[in-house]
């Protein structure tokens, strides 16, 4: 059993910053890979960004050179920069760990940001 935990959303105004922090637990400590996906209403979840192998790092073109993913010195935590948010950036945030065939989930963390 894993479980997901996310924290660090909130509600801020357009050009702030939040730092989104998931951390891992059960059966399994490391991840190889892990990533951040959001799901606004009515719109499909999709990739924010992933991190593999603790370096390889990948980002949806809408948050590029303003979100940063990183691991944490444990393999089971992952963590998410926002800088610079934009009102479409509002969403629930969830953090994700890939193992094998199955896809594990936090319950997420809404992120709202006012213009």
């Known amino acids: 059993q894993v479980q997901l935990v996310e924290s660090g959303g909130g509600s801020v105004q357009a050009g702030g910053s939040l730092r989104l922090s998931c951390v891992a637990s059960g059966s399994i400590f490391n991840f190889n890979a892990m990533g951040w996906y959001r799901q606004a209403p009515g719109k499909q979840r999709e990739l924010v960004a992933g991190?593999?192998?603790?370096?390889?790092?990948n980002y949806a073109d809408s948050v590029k050179g303003r979100f940063t993913i990183s691991r944490g010195n444990a393999k089971n935590t992952v963590y998410l920069q926002m800088n610079s948010l934009k009102p479409e950036d509002t969403a629930v945030y969830y953090c994700?760990?890939?193992?094998?065939?199955?896809?594990?989930w936090g319950q997420g963390t809404q992120v709202t940001v006012s213009s």
């Open positions: 991190i593999i192998s603790g370096d390889r790092t």
């Open positions: 994700n760990a890939p193992v094998g065939a199955l896809n594990y």
